[in-house]
């Protein structure tokens, strides 16, 4: 591991640094395929971050050329212009000497989401994917109360394969499988991450195998022996008796072909107007009809993130308008 300072570039600074257990760090992983992305966020993060917020880290999981990182940068600064949180770039190839290329883009991602914490000085930070963007003001009391995590219970049916991957995990560690404990844990982002138990995951003597913990993340899900980084961090975290709390889901996301019914994906769009929903979430790789295009930049202008509909119809079919930059 090199030293955390060093494989950290600046790319946006607060002059006043901020520190205290009233703000988190947020760590956002993302590829190349995802800057679009990662800019609203960036610009959601700075209008609604600025009170839970005290450093955010960005680690790319992508091989980027110099100029092009150049005009992220700037793209960034731009939109971080009202952020009162450092923010901070980390390259992959900095952090570790896996054969991250060689894998499926998912798979590395999620290697990454657990290597980070060997950079994370805090004792929690709250991780993100590049499709999370906020919608309402953020505070510490919805990541973390009462020095524990908040998390929100999943229901994981039978036949749902995240309970092969829980089931895996909670083997590899010698724990009982049991679908109820699995649900105390998320599958998806934002996730609150307590940094000691994340560590944990990369500890091999934990592990009742020979093979490296990132062996088993790094199988495609239809793998006997895959499992998942949130499988793998759940299992160390029942191993070791951590306490959480449990909260209601104050996140909603439109993955990439779920849901696919036109009601469906309505219902979600319309779950931005709950007060208790403070992320929305959409992949880049999502095709909504224009119908559901227009529904969902009426609400990102209704939240101020942009400053008409034209323009987050814009942002949903190009992404970017020019030289990395988004429509306003």
């Known amino acids: 591991m090199k030293d955390g300072i060093s494989v950290k570039r600046q790319v946006h600074t607060?002059?006043?640094?901020?520190?205290?257990?009233?703000?988190?760090?947020?760590?956002?992983?993302?590829?190349?395929?995802?800057?679009?992305?990662?800019?609203?966020?960036?610009?959601?993060?700075?209008?609604?971050?600025?009170?839970?917020?005290?450093?955010?880290?960005?680690?790319?999981?992508?091989?980027?050329?110099?100029?092009?990182?150049v005009n992220i940068f700037l793209s960034l600064q731009k939109e971080l212009k009202n952020a009162l949180f450092n923010t901070f770039w980390i390259e992959r190839k900095d952090i570790t000497n896996i054969g991250l290329p060689e894998m499926h883009g998912s798979r590395s991602q999620q290697i990454l989401k657990i290597l980070i914490s060997n950079y994370i000085t805090d004792k929690f930070y709250v991780l993100l994917d590049a499709k999370n963007h906020a919608i309402r003001i953020l505070e510490k009391d919805?990541?973390?109360?009462?020095?524990?995590?908040?998390?929100?219970?999943?229901?994981?049916?039978?036949?749902?394969?995240?309970?092969?991957?829980?089931?895996?995990?909670?083997?590899?560690?010698?724990l009982p499988q049991d679908r109820a404990l699995y649900q105390k844990y998320q599958s998806t982002t934002p996730y609150?991450?307590?940094?000691?138990?994340?560590?944990?995951?990369?500890?091999?003597?934990?592990?009742?195998?020979?093979?490296?913990?990132?062996?088993?993340?790094?199988?495609?899900?239809?793998?006997?022996?895959?499992?998942?980084?949130?499988?793998?961090?759940?299992?160390?975290f029942e191993l070791f008796k951590k306490k959480s709390i449990f909260s209601q889901k104050n996140y909603v996301t439109l993955f990439a072909g779920y849901?696919?019914?036109?009601?469906?994906?309505?219902?979600?769009?319309?779950?931005?107007?709950?007060?208790?929903?403070?992320?929305?979430?959409i992949h880049r790789s999502t095709h909504?009809?224009?119908?559901?295009?227009?529904?969902?930049?009426?609400?990102w202008v209704s939240q101020g993130l942009?400053?008409?509909?034209?323009?987050?119809?814009?942002?949903?079919?190009?992404?970017f308008v020019k030289d990395y930059y988004l429509p306003e």
């Open 14 to 69: 607060n002059t006043t640094p901020r520190s205290g257990d009233d703000f988190l760090d947020f760590v956002t992983i993302c590829f190349s395929g995802e800057l679009s992305n990662l800019l609203l966020q960036a610009r959601s993060l700075a209008k609604y971050g600025n009170d839970v917020i005290k450093e955010w880290v960005i680690v790319l999981n992508s091989e980027i050329e110099a100029e092009e990182r």
């Open 142 to 174: 919805f990541f973390v109360y009462d020095n524990q995590p908040i998390v929100h219970r999943e229901e994981y049916e039978a036949w749902n394969p995240f309970c092969q991957w829980f089931a895996k995990a909670f083997d590899l560690v010698g």
């Open 192 to 236: 609150v991450m307590e940094t000691e138990i994340v560590r944990k995951c990369m500890d091999n003597d934990l592990l009742n195998s020979s093979k490296p913990w990132y062996y088993f993340v790094s199988l495609m899900g239809d793998d006997a022996d895959s499992v998942t980084e949130f499988a793998l961090y759940g299992a160390m």
């Open 259 to 281: 849901p696919s019914e036109h009601k469906h994906i309505m219902s979600f769009i319309g779950k931005m107007k709950d007060e208790n929903i403070k992320f929305f979430g």
């Open 288 to 299: 909504l009809n224009m119908d559901e295009n227009i529904s969902l930049a009426i609400r």
């Open 306 to 319: 942009f400053a008409n509909v034209e323009n987050g119809l814009l942002f949903l079919i190009r992404g």
